[in-house]
C-alpha cells in the first residue's frame, strides 16, 4: 500500500479471531433447538391470476405441521410489507405505493413472489410438502423493461400508476421554470453539444451468505422475536411492527454475524410475516434458510436504468449545462428508497468534482414484472459517476480536446470551497486537483502513449480511461450511541448500525478507547438487538464512520464532562480544576481513573445525591460528506478475440481522516471489485414473459480472483468540516469509480466511434470492434 496519510500502527481486527477460527454466529449457526423448519411455493411466472391454490396433499404430507396461505392471514389483517418513503415529485406529487402481501392472493406480479408457506419439521419435509401445493395460474401479458412498459399499450401492472410510471420527479426544484430557461440558454449557446445513451444493467448482490430467518413468539411478554440478516435492526423493526401493524416494541430484531449485506439486508421481506405469524400460532419458533436459486429470484436487485445524459460545452470545452434523463425500474412493487436511487442519490452527485453552473435531472420510475429494485452498494452513486465521466469523453472525442485535458480545465478549485451545486449541495472540503494529478502520475499518463504504440505491434489495443468521482454520504443525518460502564474496568459501546465485514467493532471500539484515553482492550461494542441497542437507521450510505464514529465521540466527550463533576467530589476540588487525560482525571497531584469515577457515580446515583450515572447516551445530526478521488485504469484489448486484460489500476480517494487505514484499503479493493463486476462480467437478463434467465452462477457471472488486478491504493485526506471526526465515507468509492474507469479505458482501447455497454465481456467487445472495423 501506498499512501499519502499514514494512520497508527495496526493492531488487526477484533472480529477477526472468531471468524477466522469458524467461530463465528451467522443465521444458521444460531438455530434453535426443536425449531420447526419453513419452506415457500413462489410463482413460476412473471404475471398471473391465482385461479385455486390446493393445498390437502401437502396437509397431510410426512412431518407437515402447517400450511398457509393468503387465505389464512386474511383475519390479521396485515399491512403491505414495503412502500416507497415520500418524498415529493415532479408538481409536488408523492410515489404510488401498491399493496405488497406477504402472500399472493389474487395475482402474482413477478417470478418468485412467494403463495404459500410450509412448516414441517425438517426442512426437507417442508420442501417435499411444498412440491405437492398445486396452483391454478392464469398468465397474462407480462413487461419487464421500462422502455417497453412505458410505451402506449403495455401491459399495466397498477391502475393507480397510468403508463406504469410509480414516481415522476425532477430537480432542482424550478416551479417558475427559471432555472431551466438558463439551462436551455447555455445549450442554445454552446459550441458543443454532446449526447450519450447509457445502460446501468441490473445487478444480483448475491450476498456470501443468503437470507436466514427465525421467527419466534414470546407470549408471556407479548413480543416477537426475528433472528435475520439486518443492516439495521431497529429500521427492520419498525418495518417488521408497521406490516404486521403492531407497535415496535412487541417486535424485536436480532443479528449476529452477517455474511455480506450491500443494502440488500436493510428491509422487510415477504417472508417475515408469514413465519412470524406461524410461530405465534404453533408456540414454536420456525427457521428458514434461503437457497441460492430462491436469493436469486427473493432478495432485492440493483441498478437497471437507462440513461439520456447531454453536456454543453464552449469552444475551450468549459462545461456549460448539463441535462439528464432517467428512466428506473422500480419492479413489481415499491421498496424503501428504491427511487432514491434514480433520483435524489444521483443529484446529490452531481456534478461531482466539476464546475457545472446548470444542470436538470428528469426521472422515471416505472414498474415492471420483475424483482423489486432497491439500494445496491453505491445506490445511485455509480449511476451519477458513469453517466458525467462517460459523456466528459464522448466530449473529449467530439471536440479534440485530451480527456484529461478536458476534466483538467473544469474541476472545482479548493478556492471555491465551501461550493455550492446547482441541485443546492455544499461540498464542504477537498482538492480535486491535487487527487486528479496524482493519479495521473500514479499511472504514468505522459508514458501511456509509448505503452499504446508497444501494444500495437503485439496485435493488443491499450487504452486508458479516468473515473474522476464524488458521492454523497450519510443518507438520514441523525445517529446515536450509548457509552455504559458495567463494572470490572470495562466500557461497552452500543451503537444501532449493524456490520457486514466493515470492521465495526474494531473501528468505534478505538474512537471510543481514544476518545475516553482508555486501552481498546477495555472497550466492547455492541449491536444487533433492537432492544439493546441504541436506535439507529443503519450501516448504509458510507454513513457509519461519520455518523456513527460521531455520535460515539460526542458521546465519549459528554461522558467526560459528566465524569468532571464526579471526579470533584470524589477528589474533593472545585469541578473547574479537573482536568481529564489520558483516561484519569486529576487535580494537582491527586488522581482518579475513568472506571473508578464511573463506579463511584454509579454509587452516588444510587445514594440520590446526582441524578446520572456515567452511562451516557447522545445523538448527532450532521449534514452529508463527500467522499471523492480519482480512479484510473489501463488495459489491453485482444483484438482477435476481445479478450481483456487489466494492466494498472490506480485508486486515488479523500475519505477525510482515516480511522483505520487498512480497513479503508480494504473497502476500496472490495468496492472496486464489485465495480469491475458491473463493468465486466455481471448482467441480470428476464426475458419478455418476466422468466430470470440468468438465475443461477452458472448464467450470472460474478467477477473472479484471476479478473482483479493488482491495485495501487493511495489517500490523500482533506478533512472533513462539518463533524468531529473529520471523516467523509468510503464504503462505495471503489464500486462508484470502477465502471466508468473501466469502460472509459476499454473505449479508448477501440476504434472511435465504437459502442460499448456494460458488461464489456469479451464476446460484446468482439462485437465492438467487428461494428466500428
Known sequence: MSSAVKAEAWTGRVEDDALLRGTGRFGDDVKPDGALAAAFVRSPHGFAKVDRIDVSAAKSAPGVVAVLTAADLEAAHYHSISHGHDIPGRGGKMPFSPHRPSLAAERVMHVGEPVAMVVAQSAAAAQDAADKIIVDYTPLDAVTDVRDAIKPGAPQLWPEAPGNIGFDWTAPVDPEGKKNAVLDKAFAEAAHVVKVELVNQRLVVASLEPRIATASYDAAASRYTLRCGSQAVAAVRGQVAGAMNVKPDEVRILTDDLGGAFGMKGWCYPEYLPMLHAARALKKPIHWVSTRSEAFVTDNQGRDSFWTVELALSKRGKFLGLRVNCIGNLGAYFTGVAHFVFTTHVSGCLPTVYDIPHAQVSTRCVFTNTLPTGPYRGAGRPEASYLIERVIDAAADATGIDAAELRRRNLIKPEQMPFTTAFGSTYDSGDFPAVFERALELIDYAG??????????????????????????????????????????????????????????????????????????????????????????????????????????????????????????????????????????????????????????????????????????????????????????????????????????????????????????????????????????????????????????????????????????????????????????????????????????????????????????????????????
Not at 467 to 475: K, P
Not at 574 to 581: C, H, L, Q, R, S
Not at 628 to 649: F, P, Q, R, S, W
Not at 704 to 717: I, K, L, N
Request: proline share 4%.
Open 448 to 773: 501511456f502513449a509509448a505503452r499504446k504504440k508497444a501494444a500495437k505491434k503485439a496485435r493488443k489495443l491499450r487504452g486508458l480511461g479516468i473515473g474522476c468521482y464524488l458521492e454523497i454520504a450519510g443518507a438520514f443525518p441523525e445517529e446515536a450511541a450509548r457509552i455504559s460502564f458495567p463494572g470490572g474496568n470495562q466500557a461497552v459501546v452500543s451503537i444501532g448500525a449493524g456490520a457486514s465485514g466493515q470492521g465495526h467493532r474494531t473501528v468505534f471500539g478505538k474512537v471510543a478507547a481514544r476518545r475516553l484515553g482508555i486501552a481498546q482492550d477495555a472497550v466492547t461494542v455492541t449491536s444487533g438487538d433492537s432492544a439493546r441497542d441504541v436506535p439507529g437507521f443503519g450501516a448504509v450510505a458510507s454513513r457509519s464512520a461519520m455518523l456513527v464514529g460521531s455520535a460515539v465521540a460526542r458521546t465519549a466527550d459528554a461522558v467526560i464532562e459528566k465524569g468532571k463533576r464526579v471526579a470533584a467530589i470524589l477528589l474533593q476540588a472545585g469541578e473547574g480544576e479537573v482536568e481529564f487525560a489520558d483516561g484519569k482525571f486529576k487535580v494537582k497531584n491527586r488522581e482518579a481513573s475513568l472506571f473508578e469515577v464511573a463506579e463511584r457515580a454509579a454509587e452516588l446515583k444510587k445514594q440520590g445525591v446526582i441524578a446520572e450515572s456515567l452511562d451516557t447516551t447522545e445523538k448527532v445530526k450532521l449534514p452529508p460528506t463527500f467522499p471523492n478521488g480519482c480512479h484510473v485504469a489501463e488495459v489491453e484489448v485482444d483484438a482477435d478475440t476481445g479478450a481483456l486484460e487489466i494492466m494498472k489500476y490506480v485508486a486515488v480517494g479523500d475519505c477525510g481522516n482515516l480511522l483505520d487505514d487498512i480497513i479503508v484499503e480494504g473497502q476500496i479493493h472490495g468496492g472496486v471489485a464489485q465495480g469491475l463486476g458491473q463493468a465486466l462480467t455481471e448482467n441480470t437478463v428476464y426475458d419478455a414473459s418476466g422468466q430470470l434467465v440468468s438465475g443461477s452462477f452458472m448464467d450470472y457471472a460474478l467477477p473472479r480472483s484471476d479478473t482483479m488486478p493488482a491495485m495501487t491504493v493511495e489517500h490523500r485526506a482533506v478533512a472533513c468540516k462539518t463533524n468531529p471526526l473529520g471523516v467523509k465515507g468510503t464504503g462505495e468509492a471503489g464500486t462508484t469509480a470502477a465502471p466508468p474507469a473501466l469502460i472509459n479505458a476499454i473505449l479508448d482501447a477501440l476504434p472511435k466511434g465504437a459502442r460499448l455497454d456494460m458488461p464489456a465481456t469479451p464476446e460484446r467487445i468482439w462485437q465492438a470492434l467487428q461494428a466500428a472495423t
